[in-house]
């Protein structure tokens, strides 16, 4: 019975090709675009996640505050108010995994004829632990290099290219500055922040080395940050209470003024950024899916235009003993067959049209089978909701009257 009432949605359609491929031609477009969009929203999202984790997990970020004098107040790391022995009383807090200081700035390095500019941190071992930044190759400096302020670096991939090419930098020696450092490892690479920098732009040196033969410092131990990570999630507004109220403490702030520092919870705007791409993506797939709604608004108009010059046939056959059902679910079996089929080429451009945009641009672009089985879904119930009343029209026709119809 199903058999024989699909091959005649199939001979009823193939009647006017023409009409019926206009009428799928909606649901192509409308379920291709879905695919496409929700594939670029989800991609959006993958690579604001990819920046966050690159970022590493439950970081803060305490920097140099600032200082008024004469009337003029400067920005943040205007005074060198943070230093190493800050760094270890906030090491002993409840809840701190992990806390690096770092002393920035950027440098010159040369490599034979090649020479290249990079952020250079001045840091502790423990920065690798904190930012979650593991070695290509080679091997980290130890506190043992940090105690007597050894020339030696780890430099990100980005630094790598442009110096060495195609040569292994591990054990070479390059120059920064008037200084020779030698190269100890290869950073993994980690690529852009969430503001757009490039993290493998990058050189770490031991912080005393940075202190005491690159930068220099205003006075013994100060430092620009201090990058601090909590145990857990959770626990980061109770670590961020602990850290604002040691170091007041320790600056010998009075009630009512101003932190001499500033700090950065790493978490909330990787939440905010992470947010923003969330509605981003839905606000793509509730776009593309008003097409959706069209393409069901033109099945619909089709199947009505149908019922009306088949009017005779359908009163022929409830007048020969088909029944009301019949009648419903041979109309609506044909506006499931042009969804669905419309839904599958749509489905196969919406693909092909996320993976040309993949090839074609650095765009990212993600194609889950969620988003797939979500439009082929909706494509589907799309079309039983708009056929459906043009079917249950046609099955309640009057048979006499629809013998009538000229």
């Known amino acids: 019975m199903l058999a024989a009432m699909l091959g005649e949605a199939w001979h009823a359609m193939g009647a006017n090709r023409l009409r019926t491929f206009l009428t799928m031609l909606g649901m192509v477009i409308g379920v291709g675009a879905v695919v496409l969009m929700m594939a670029v929203g989800q991609g959006a999202q993958y690579a604001v996640s990819q920046s966050i984790s690159s970022m590493g997990s439950n970081l803060f970020i305490l920097i140099s505050g600032s200082t008024t004098s004469g009337g003029v107040r400067s920005g943040s790391g205007g005074a060198p108010s943070l230093t190493v022995v800050d760094a270890e009383a906030i090491a002993e807090l409840p809840g701190v ?15 034979g004829p090649n020479n290249w500019s990079a952020s250079t941190y001045g840091t502790t071992p423990s920065y690798l632990d904190v ?17 007597s302020s050894t020339r030696v670096a780890l430099i990100g991939k980005t630094v790598a290219d442009n110096l060495f090419g195609d040569e292994d930098p591990v054990g070479k020696t390059i120059r920064v500055g008037q200084s020779p450092f030698m190269i100890l490892g290869v950073l993994a690479a980690k690529g852009q922040s969430l503001d757009g920098r ?18 220099g410092t205003p006075f013994q131990g100060a430092v620009r940050m201090i990058m601090v990570q909590a145990e857990t999630a959770s626990g980061m507004p109770a670590v961020e209470k602990s850290m604002v109220s040691l170091l007041r403490q320790r600056h010998r702030l009075r009630e009512g003024v101003d932190n001499d520092f500033y700090l950065r919870n790493l978490a909330e705007v990787a939440d905010s950024a992470a947010e923003t791409a969330r509605i981003m993506s839905m606000l793509l797939g509730a776009i593309a899916s008003v097409s959706l709604l069209v393409g069901g608004i033109g099945i619909m108009n089709i199947m009505l235009v149908s019922v009306t ?35 599958f080429i749509g489905l196969v451009l919406g693909v092909g049209g996320a993976l040309l945009a993949n090839a074609l641009t650095d765009a990212m672009v993600v194609i889950s089978g969620s988003s797939v089985l979500v439009a082929f879904g909706v494509a589907a119930s799309v079309g039983v909701f708009f056929g459906f009343y043009p079917a249950r029209k046609a099955a309640r026709l009057d048979p006499i009257e629809a013998l009538r119809y000229q």
């Open 97 to 111: 995994q992990a806390v690096a200081p770092v002393h920035t700035g950027r440098t010159q390095m040369v490599y």
């Open 309 to 343: 010059e088949r009017t005779r046939e359908i009163g022929i056959r409830l007048a020969i003993g088909s029944r009301e059902r019949d009648i419903l679910l041979q109309f609506l079996l044909e506006a499931i067959i042009i969804s669905v089929v419309g839904c």
């Open 131 to 147: 930012r979650s930044w593991t070695m290509a190759s080679g091997y980290p400096f130890t506190e043992s290099d940090l105690r």
């Open 198 to 215: 490039d993290q493998d732009d990058t050189m770490l040196i031991p912080l005393t080395t940075a202190q005491r033969k690159v930068y």
